[in-house]
DNA sequence: CGTTCCTTTGAACATAGTCAATAAACGTGG
DNA sequence: CCACGTTTATTGACTATGTTCAAAGGAACG
């Protein structure tokens, strides 16, 4: 039944990105496609928690950059994990009083998947797995960081994490990367200043490391970088 | 078929905080104690992932605390999570490059569940589940606290979230809680080293909030812990 | 009873935060 | 395409929170 040898190269990021975890067949295909034949759109730099409990099954990042974050009762935020074209935003059920909200960055493009579609068995229902099993990760990884790195490491590390997720997507040439992110959303999600994101980028460009600049990362020496990090 | 009031207090803690989470009926709790019958040790402060590798399906702890920890190359470590009695380990397949292990705090009890006991539509996959979903909550609170809150906030809030886990197992009496750590051990849960861990935690005595002392702490004024630390 | 681990405390230091001012980039409407 | 207002980036001086190093006192355990 495995129609196989799709083309990854051409699919969308979004698509690309799952396929990339899970071998996808055409019936895969046609649900992802047909669930994106429906999207909805968030405003970049607006929250839209709302919007999404009416989603009946998992939601799917197809475009743009997203973000879930808690807000502490100062005006200060901590941003939990950002979600790109490829990522499944988790419903989070009853928590609501937490206070963890959804915002866009960029401008959004997301829609619910069917959770028929999805069914145990099914190649896009491994991917959905997968991606679950990645984020759940990617926070542990993100707690090590704010636990024991300082900010030079932090953000070098961060930065990789985001090349990898980019990069599995399609959506990065040579060691260049998209970074539509302020210094100030830098900071949030590294729980750092935006000043002091500022003077870290510096140094990471003076050390030849990593260049930030223009809503682009330069990866310059991956290697230098993993190893300063000193984590695996 | 579900045989309904089933005296929660008398169950053990691992039980009863599942049974917190989920209604469990005689089958449930049937599956439970056979998977108990066949329990595995790990002595206090030794590492046992290697064990945990032959269990086939999930696994519960039912006696004693035990920690997930990220070690770095210069000795430091930071441990993203602690098991509690009640508490699954998840499996973590593959991703084993990232020096991730498990640990026993104390001497530990565990056992793996028999995966067909857990089957959807059962209570116990509900209370599975449910666990799987509050780790996760507990993932990004940490986040959260280790990115913006300080040394006070941070042990504060911390010790909140130890208490309520605890006492839905029954563990706790009144407002006293047990507390097997050492100052270094909650130094490296919170990213914080053991000597600023003793003062923070003198602080928090000195202000009539918090008493951590012999293996126990004592929660004076929940109230104004939680309106110092200004989450939710 | 001695050894080891843990806690407590002090003093000096380091990393990151705060406050503030300026410059650059961006977006919008003319 | 330019002028203007707003957001974002950059830099300096000062402060604060947490770390490091070191030493001493207690508690736990064989």
Known sequence: MKTSAIPLDQLPPAFRRLASLAPLDATDLKALEAAAHAPRTAAAKRDFTGSL???SGPVLILDGWALR????SDGRRQITELFLPGDIISSEPTDQRSSYSIGAITAVTWCALDPASAA??????QALCAVELLKEQALRRHIVRLGRLDALDRLADWLLELYARLDSAGSCVGNTMPLPLTQEVIGDALGLTSVHVNRTLSALRREGLIEVQGGRAIILNADRCRAMVGLN
Chains 1, 2 share one sequence.
């Open 120 to 125: 145990p068995g099914t190649g896009l229902n």
């Open 69 to 72: 974050a808690c807000l502490l």
């Open 53 to 55: 409990s009416s989603a």
